[in-house]
């Protein structure tokens, strides 16, 4: 059995070479409970001929880190092994590494992408020498395997995907990105920060040194008003939550979001109460149809008008329901799904109402196939998304998507990986790059103008990781 090393050489698998390679981690570490050859011989158990020194390393980590809840000393060396392994595998002159980050050219269209801001590297190559020698590498090994793998993994910059900075680099880069010209302090923050003193927060990690340093992430004030099944449209730059209510009271109460003050505002109350309604904007005009009050389902619909904030009453609909969804389409608003108990007991609604504003007539359209209660609704390309719900005439949950153009037509598409309701859905508009290649760090988001649409979505019911790089 060989390994390959990572000039490409081939030697045999020795035992105590693995071992004498752990052991040299081992430093300051309890040896009464810390046993290198341990680790060498699961290590052994897991290998195959051709295995490269990368993955043993990798596979060295990851066995002690699983011993950890033996003796927490056990979290040190694998992060000891994995920073040594990452220190095999990048440069180690951090001048050398911003550059290398600014001339990263995306393979995808050849276009020259800089991970690094002009200025940043400006200032890193006008005082390299100094900023070369502050640094100290072998603070990396002060970090336990999970912090160390969750920088690796989300905060140090990447190239073709693989890791290009050390834990070192990136805090100097987020010195360098904060202080600019002023190399003292910049040397005085990369030290407190290297040494633990404190650290700054994610985006600054993420973003300092970078083409848009955005070093600190916004924070939105609460609603004034906790409450559920409410709707929420978003109209000339503005969220707005309408109605629902709080557990014990049918609310009227609307407020409105404005994102560039980070408040919330009462605007106009609703004439009546509602909850589990729907909500969609057309023309610069807010429609809410159908809900549920005091134990029954309605088919109401009122209109709210931002210029005169005011709230109009208009023509019920064809059909009681609640619990729906509703979507904009080219001129025409649609009313799709929910449930009533119209036959004594809750079932499905497939009916499907089409509002046109300019006629002010409502009419019906080619039926849903099958039930969507709570679902996930967005537009996308002329088309509606209807994503998973309940189904009360199944009784359970389902996972299913309908799609709907413009010519009258549902068709079934791929099934979502979980069946759960109370889903929320929009249209992101994204670069390519971040659908072609995921690592963080990349920015092809900066250079590409070429942009996707993908249809996202969030369950009210189940939290998802969120995390920026991926």
């Given at each position: 059995m060989h390994v390959i090393k990572r000039d490409g050489r081939q030697e045999r698998v020795m035992f105590d070479k693995i071992t004498s390679r752990i052991q040299k981690l081992c430093y300051g570490l309890n040896m009464d409970f810390v046993d290198p050859a341990q680790i060498t011989m699961k290590v052994i158990q897991g290998l195959y001929s051709g295995v490269t020194t990368v993955e043993l390393d990798t596979l060295a980590a990851e066995t002690a880190a699983t011993l950890t809840t033996k003796h927490p000393d056990y979290a040190i060396l694998a992060a000891r092994i994995a920073v040594s392994n990452l220190h095999k595998e990048t440069k180690k002159v951090f001048s050398d590494v911003m550059e290398d980050l600014y001339n990263y050219i995306n393979p995808h269209?050849?276009?020259?992408?800089?991970?690094?801001?002009?200025?940043?590297?400006?200032?890193?190559?006008?005082?390299?020498?100094?900023?070369?020698?502050?640094?100290?590498?072998?603070?990396?090994?002060?970090?336990?395997?999970?912090?160390?793998?969750t920088l690796e993994r989300s905060y140090l910059l990447k190239i073709n995907g693989?890791?290009?900075e050390r834990p070192q680099h990136m805090l100097m880069r987020v010195s360098v990105g904060i202080h600019e010209e002023d190399i003292d302090a910049a040397i005085e923050t990369y030290n407190l920060l290297s040494e633990r003193w404190f650290t700054h927060a994610s985006p600054t990690l993420f973003n300092a040194g970078t083409n848009r340093p955005q070093l600190s992430r916004s924070s939105p004030c609460s609603r004034s008003t906790p409450t559920c099944v409410c709707c929420v449209c978003v109209m000339a730059g503005y969220i707005y939550a309408v109605a629902g209510c709080d557990y014990h009271t049918d609310l009227n109460a609307m407020e409105c979001y404005d994102p560039a003050?980070?408040?919330?505002?009462?605007?106009?109350?609703?004439?009546?109460?509602v909850y589990a309604h729907?909500?969609?904007?057309?023309?610069?005009?807010?429609?809410?149809?159908?809900?549920?009050?005091?134990?029954?389902?309605?088919?109401?619909?009122?209109?709210?008008?931002?210029?005169?904030?005011?709230?109009?009453?208009?023509?019920?609909?064809?059909?009681?329901?609640?619990?729906?969804?509703?979507?904009?389409?080219?001129d025409k608003l649609y009313v799709i799904r929910g449930s009533n108990n119209d036959a004594g007991y809750r079932r499905d609604v497939h009916q499907v109402a089409c509002y046109s504003c300019t006629s002010g007539q409502c009419s019906s359209v080619y039926p849903l196939p099958a039930g969507h209660g709570e679902p996930g609704i967005a537009v996308l390309d002329n088309r509606i998304y209807m994503l998973s719900g309940c189904s009360h005439n199944r009784g359970s949950c389902m996972g299913y998507m309908h799609i709907y153009d413009e010519k009258d037509c549902w068709e079934e598409g791929p099934q979502l990986d979980n069946s759960i309701l109370g889903l929320a859905a929009c249209v992101l508009t994204l670069p390519h790059s971040l659908l072609l290649e995921p690592s963080h760090g990349t920015p092809d988001s900066q250079a590409n103008l070429d942009f996707a649409l993908e249809v996202m979505s969030v369950s009210d019911w189940e939290e998802f990781d969120n995390f920026i790089e991926d």
């Amino acid at each position: 059995m060989h390994v390959i090393k990572r000039d490409g050489r081939q030697e045999r698998v020795m035992f105590d070479k693995i071992t004498s390679r752990i052991q040299k981690l081992c430093y300051g570490l309890n040896m009464d409970f810390v046993d290198p050859a341990q680790i060498t011989m699961k290590v052994i158990q897991g290998l195959y001929s051709g295995v490269t020194t990368v993955e043993l390393d990798t596979l060295a980590a990851e066995t002690a880190a699983t011993l950890t809840t033996k003796h927490p000393d056990y979290a040190i060396l694998a992060a000891r092994i994995a920073v040594s392994n990452l220190h095999k595998e990048t440069k180690k002159v951090f001048s050398d590494v911003m550059e290398d980050l600014y001339n990263y050219i995306n393979p995808h269209n050849g276009k020259h992408s800089p991970m690094v801001a002009q200025s940043t590297l400006d200032i890193v190559l006008a005082n390299k020498d100094r900023l070369n020698s502050a640094i100290i590498y072998d603070r990396d090994f002060s970090y336990n395997y999970f912090g160390f793998k969750t920088l690796e993994r989300s905060y140090l910059l990447k190239i073709n995907g693989k890791v290009a900075e050390r834990p070192q680099h990136m805090l100097m880069r987020v010195s360098v990105g904060i202080h600019e010209e002023d190399i003292d302090a910049a040397i005085e923050t990369y030290n407190l920060l290297s040494e633990r003193w404190f650290t700054h927060a994610s985006p600054t990690l993420f973003n300092a040194g970078t083409n848009r340093p955005q070093l600190s992430r916004s924070s939105p004030c609460s609603r004034s008003t906790p409450t559920c099944v409410c709707c929420v449209c978003v109209m000339a730059g503005y969220i707005y939550a309408v109605a629902g209510c709080d557990y014990h009271t049918d609310l009227n109460a609307m407020e409105c979001y404005d994102p560039a003050t980070y408040t919330w505002a009462y605007v106009a109350r609703l004439k009546r109460e509602v909850y589990a309604h729907a909500g969609a904007t057309l023309e610069g005009k807010l429609y809410i149809t159908c809900n549920h009050r005091e134990d029954y389902h309605l088919r109401e619909t009122d209109c709210y008008d931002p210029g005169s904030n005011t709230w109009h009453i208009l023509a019920d609909g064809h059909m009681r329901r609640a619990w729906h969804g509703m979507a904009t389409l080219l001129d025409k608003l649609y009313v799709i799904r929910g449930s009533n108990n119209d036959a004594g007991y809750r079932r499905d609604v497939h009916q499907v109402a089409c509002y046109s504003c300019t006629s002010g007539q409502c009419s019906s359209v080619y039926p849903l196939p099958a039930g969507h209660g709570e679902p996930g609704i967005a537009v996308l390309d002329n088309r509606i998304y209807m994503l998973s719900g309940c189904s009360h005439n199944r009784g359970s949950c389902m996972g299913y998507m309908h799609i709907y153009d413009e010519k009258d037509c549902w068709e079934e598409g791929p099934q979502l990986d979980n069946s759960i309701l109370g889903l929320a859905a929009c249209v992101l508009t994204l670069p390519h790059s971040l659908l072609l290649e995921p690592s963080h760090g990349t920015p092809d988001s900066q250079a590409n103008l070429d942009f996707a649409l993908e249809v996202m979505s969030v369950s009210d019911w189940e939290e998802f990781d969120n995390f920026i790089e991926d």
